[in-house]
């Protein structure tokens, strides 16, 4: 472009302004006016380099386009539908203001403050908006309000985004001038039909959705975009907030008269002692199926029942008013009453294994899925209330699922009696009127399905356990003792670990992993059935004292065999893992290695003492005493006056002796701090428990406390009180609960 710095006067500023206003005045016409011409000529001003004239340009555009809107100011106000004029009108002048804003994008740039954009459009409000008063005896808002058409209003509406007299919050005019009025006329005229709507909640619901659907097929019309969330506020404060306590009632009355089949978990629990393996079963075969739903494929919509007709109801009520935040809380809140209250009903009736309560769970389940249709935050509702519930079960949900995966490892597809590849049968009485002959009862599952569906019953169970960090340790510690004295299924047990899989507990993974993989391994060495040696890497096996012990002659010749198999590993005995198979009196009994490493004496010595133990096995005071302890108890050896011998074959009481062993020891010459100690055993109970009665705590603390110290029920209640003023737990009347 040929522009350069130019000098320019008060004559030439004249002369320059002419020509631009007479290029500017096509743009009025409908014309083209000659934009580089223009353009060029405010460059000429701003670059003056004698006097500078851009604000007195900046004016002067600033009054041109004033008397543009003075000129479209007739034509509105002279019409009786001066709305639909005015949307006219103002299409045309933000042409007009868009056109000059681009040719003075050089005086944009050159002048503090607001655009020739904006500032055009402030001029149009001064001239025009200011004036609706005056000429109409009305507001442009007021009169978009109340009688305009809906397509008429959300182009007028749209003039007013362009209004900013605060560039801190572009939708100041908006807000003030119309959406105010237009929420307000909302509120007003809803507020006052609720009050004359007397039904019951479930036509309400209906009231509430056709009102809601009308009001938002409305709002893209009639409101900005902005404005929606605080239309849907409104909206949920007349219709649910104002009713709030009315609704909670009178959808929990629907819920509630919906009876939960708990007969069917009670009669699981009585049948579960006359289960055998012969293939008969009690009449809870048919109820295992129908709660289960099976074998219904992944795909299918949730099982539908007869007795179904409240849920139903409840889902009508939900589909009307789960649209709004405000009726979806309160819909969530109601679940979380009636889940609460159906655990707190049938804290009893679940049994000692999983079964029962999965299918408590598959009972509440149904309840989401038919009367909350299937919605995913409220079947995390449920999860989590039954969460709660199940931190109080005993034996603890932990328990359970331990005992589970023992099943499932042992054999996957008999896990459930109700699962049986067999055909399942139940005999009739013929004396009720039946043949005496066997009945199929319940659709079969094919091997995989069953797997599927175990693992399932394993995965929803597992994700209401609390405390996942104190399962792992519980689960590593029951997984060594199946790997190693069981039948080890490694197959099967890298599949439970996976189901287990999360973020954050990689290091129990790697760890599970890693004591499957030795069991592996040791299985591909070891081909000898009566010599079976494990190999395991220490760092991830579960860990005990170090002991020094003088290893008996043909256990030291096994682990030289395995030292030349594992050149680059230094081997040593995990006492506290594995166990020997050794013949005494004529029996095979199942030992540790200390145990045996004294019962070896023996072999050479008709009476052994501790001082003689001690320097053959070199074993410590405390363990000698520990390990004649277990084998007294175990009746293979009898204390005669200091002295020890073996016993006879009809004393021994129990095969497994190093089951007997325990590394507690019994000093009664040994301080304990009494009151520490039951503050600790307390505070073990109640954070697998979160909440207990104190005498279900007292019972619970004698099972598992300590023979070395004598229960003192004062003490235990000094403890109590001392970690109540510690914060740690609260005692609420004769309930305890810990607080994390």
Not at 68 to 75: P, S
Not at 306 to 329: H, I, P, T
Not at 378 to 386: A, D, G
Not at 447 to 462: E, N, P, Q
């Amino acid at each position: 472009m040929d522009v350069g710095r130019e000098p320019v006067d008060d004559e030439e500023f004249a002369r320059i302004w002419g020509l631009i206003e007479k290029e500017m005045e096509k743009l009025g016409t409908g014309m083209y006016c000659n934009a580089i011409e223009v353009y060029n000529w405010i460059y000429v001003v701003c670059t003056s380099c004698t006097m500078r004239f851009e604000s007195k340009l900046y004016w002067k555009i600033g009054d041109f386009i004033y008397m543009k809107a003075r000129e479209m100011r007739t034509e509105i106000f002279g019409r009786d539908n001066w709305v639909h004029e005015y949307n006219q009108m103002f299409r045309k002048f933000k042409e007009i203001v868009y056109a000059i804003d681009e040719m003075s994008d050089f005086l944009n740039e050159c002048v503090r403050g607001r655009t020739i954009r904006d500032l055009g459009f402030l001029l149009w409000e001064r001239c025009i908006l200011q004036q609706t008063m005056k000429y109409k005896h009305t507001t442009l808002g007021a009169e978009l309000v109340n009688r305009s058409k809906a397509e008429e209003v959300r182009e007028a509406i749209e003039s007013m985004r362009l209004i900013i007299p605060d560039q801190k919050q572009p939708l100041l005019y908006y807000t003030q001038r119309y959406e105010q009025y237009a929420i307000q006329k909302i509120r007003s005229k809803y507020e006052e039909e609720a009050k004359q709507q007397g039904m019951d909640v479930e036509k309400y619901s209906f009231y509430v959705n056709e009102k809601i659907c009308h009001e938002r097929s409305m709002q893209e019309k009639v409101f900005l975009e902005e404005s929606w969330p605080k239309v849907e506020s409104v909206l949920e404060e007349v219709f649910v907030m104002n009713n709030k306590e009315r609704i909670f009632e009178e959808v929990y009355g629907i819920l509630c008269q919906y009876k939960l089949p708990v007969d069917k978990i009670a009669r699981m629990v009585n049948d579960e002692t006359d289960m055998n393996g012969s293939g008969v079963i009690g009449s809870c075969e048919n109820d295992f199926y129908e709660l289960h739903g099976a074998p219904s494929s992944a795909g299918d919509r949730c099982v539908r029942f007869a007795r179904d007709v409240f849920l139903e109801r409840m889902s009508v009520v939900y589909e009307n008013l789960s649209g709004l935040k405000s009726s979806y809380v309160v819909l969530k809140e109601v679940l979380v009453k009636y889940v609460h209250e159906k655990c707190e009903e049938n804290a009893n009736g679940y049994g000692t294994g999983v079964e029962p309560l999965y299918t408590f769970y598959c009972m509440l389940r149904h309840v989401v899925d038919v009367g909350y249709l299937e919605d995913k935050e409220c079947l995390q509702v449920l999860k989590r209330e039954l969460s709660v519930a199940c931190s109080k079960l005993r034996p603890s949900i932990e328990c359970r699922l331990l005992d589970f995966c023992d099943s499932v490892v042992e054999d996957p597809q008999n896990v459930f009696v109700f699962l049986n590849t067999k055909p399942l049968v139940m005999h009739r009485n013929a004396e009720e009127g039946v043949s005496d002959s066997k009945a199929m009862i319940g659709p079969r599952m094919d091997t995989d399905s069953k797997i599927v569906f175990v693992r399932r019953v394993f995965g929803t169970l597992f994700k209401m356990i609390d405390s996942k960090q104190g399962f792992y340790e519980m689960y590593l510690d029951r997984l060594s003792k199946r790997l190693l004295r069981g039948r080890p299924n490694p197959e099967e047990e890298r599949k439970l670990v996976q189901l287990m899989k999360r973020k954050g507990n990689h290091d129990f993974v790697r760890k599970a992993e890693a004591m499957i993989g030795d069991v592996a391994i040791s299985m591909s060495y070891n081909k000898d059935a009566e010599r079976f040696v494990w190999v395991l890497t220490q760092a991830y096996w579960p860990s005990s004292e170090d002991v020094e012990v003088a290893i008996p002659h043909e256990l030291e010749m096994i682990k030289r065999v395995y030292n030349g198999k594992f050149e680059r590993k230094r081997l040593q005995w995990a006492w506290h893992l594995g166990k020997v198979v050794v013949e005494v009196i004529d029996r095979d009994l199942e030992m540790n290695i200390l145990q045996y490493a004294v019962i070896d004496m023996f072999n050479r010595y008709e009476r052994i003492e501790a001082e003689l133990v001690r320097k053959e096995t070199r074993l410590s005071s405390k363990i000698i005493k520990n390990v004649m302890v277990s084998l007294i108890k175990g009746g293979l050896v009898l204390n005669m006056n200091g002295e020890y011998v073996l016993g006879n074959s009809e004393d021994i009481r129990i095969r497994s002796i190093c089951e007997l062993y325990s590394s507690e020891v019994d000093e009664p010459d040994h301080e304990v701090d009494r009151n520490v100690y039951y503050q600790s055993l307390i505070s073990k109970i109640l954070k697998m428990s979160k909440q207990m009665t104190i005498a279900s705590l007292v019972e619970e603390a004698k099972k598992i406390h300590t023979e070395c110290i004598e229960y003192d029920g004062a003490v235990f209640e000094e403890g109590i009180r001392t970690l109540d003023e510690k914060g740690i737990l609260e005692r609420n009347g004769e309930v305890c609960i810990y607080l994390p």
